[in-house]
C-alpha cells in the first residue's frame, strides 16, 4: 500500500534555527511530491519535485528529493515565528497524491 | 485571480441527515479533486475529475458519497446519508496540469462536516 511518512510529528525550535523536515515515500509509480505549508486552512505551494538531487530553493526554504533512497527533505533556514504551522508532505502517481500527516513546527520568539 | 473557493465553511448536522459541499475551482483548471481529512489522520484523495468526467473515483468511501461536476466548471459533494464517520475536512483542490502528472495542486480552505 502506498504511504508517506513525515518526520518528526512536531517540532519546537527558537527563532533564528534552522530545521530539516523529512518525508519518506513509498509510491507505486512515483511522479512528484509537493509540500505545503499550512498554517490554519487552506494549504499553500511551497514545492514540487520531480528529479532527483536538484535543490529548489525560494527565500529561506529549501528542498530537495532523493529517488533512490524515496525521501525529500525542507529546509527552513534563520526560522521566524511566521514559519511556524504545520508542514505537508505529497507523493503523487499521475494525478493521485498520498499525504503524509505532516510536520507541526513552532518557532518561539 | 480568485483561488479555489468551498461552501459552505462549516457544517453541522445530524445522523441520517443530507449535506451538499461545493467547490468553484480556479478558472481555467480543468482538474479538479476532493480530498477529506478525518480527525488525527492525513488528508486523503477521494476522487479527480476532468472537466465534467470522473477519472479515478478509487477513494470515495462507499456509496453514500455523490460527486458531480457538471459543466465542467464547480463540483459538489453529496453525502447522502451522513454517518458519524464521516466527520472531517473535506478540501477541494484544482490544477491546470495536461500532462501525465497532476502538478502543482491549488487548494481550497476546506468544508469542515460535523455529524452528531
Known amino acids: 500500500e502506498d504511504k508517506v511518512v513525515q518526520s518528526p510529528l512536531s517540532l519546537v525550535v527558537h527563532e533564528g534555527d534552522t530545521v530539516t523536515l523529512n518525508c519518506s515515500y513509498e509510491?507505486?509509480?512515483?511522479?512528484?511530491l509537493l509540500w505545503y505549508k499550512q498554517e490554519k486552512k487552506a494549504p499553500t505551494f511551497l514545492f514540487m519535485l520531480?528529479?532527483?538531487?536538484i535543490e529548489k530553493k525560494s527565500g529561506r526554504l529549501s528542498s530537495i528529493l532523493d529517488k533512490k533512497e524515496l525521501f525529500s527533505i525542507l529546509n527552513i533556514t534563520a526560522t521566524q515565528t511566521g514559519d511556524s504551522a504545520v508542514y505537508l508532505c505529497?507523493?503523487?502517481?499521475?494525478?493521485?497524491?498520498?499525504f503524509g500527516t505532516g510536520t507541526r513546527l513552532k518557532v518561539l520568539a | 485571480e480568485a483561488g479555489v473557493t468551498q461552501f459552505p465553511s462549516h457544517s453541522v448536522i445530524e445522523k441520517g441527515q443530507t449535506v451538499t459541499l461545493r467547490c468553484d475551482p480556479i478558472?481555467?483548471?480543468?482538474?479538479l479533486y476532493w480530498y477529506r481529512r478525518v480527525m488525527g489522520k492525513e488528508i486523503k484523495f477521494l476522487l479527480h475529475?476532468?472537466?465534467?468526467?470522473?477519472?479515478?473515483e478509487s477513494g470515495m468511501p462507499n456509496n453514500r458519497f455523490l460527486a458531480e461536476r457538471t459543466g465542467g466548471t464547480y463540483s459538489t459533494l453529496k453525502v447522502q446519508p451522513a454517518e458519524l464517520e464521516d466527520s472531517g475536512v473535506y478540501f477541494c483542490?484544482?490544477?491546470?496540469?495536461?500532462?501525465?502528472?497532476?502538478?502543482?495542486?491549488?487548494f481550497g480552505e476546506g468544508s469542515r462536516l460535523t455529524v452528531l
Open positions: 483542490a484544482s490544477s491546470l496540469a495536461t500532462g501525465p502528472w497532476a502538478g502543482e495542486l491549488f
Open positions: 478558472s481555467g483548471h480543468d482538474n
Open positions: 509510491v507505486t509509480n512515483f511522479r512528484s
Open positions: 505529497a507523493a503523487g502517481r499521475t494525478y493521485k497524491y498520498i
Open positions: 475529475f476532468v472537466k465534467e468526467s470522473k477519472q479515478d
Open positions: 520531480t528529479s532527483s538531487g
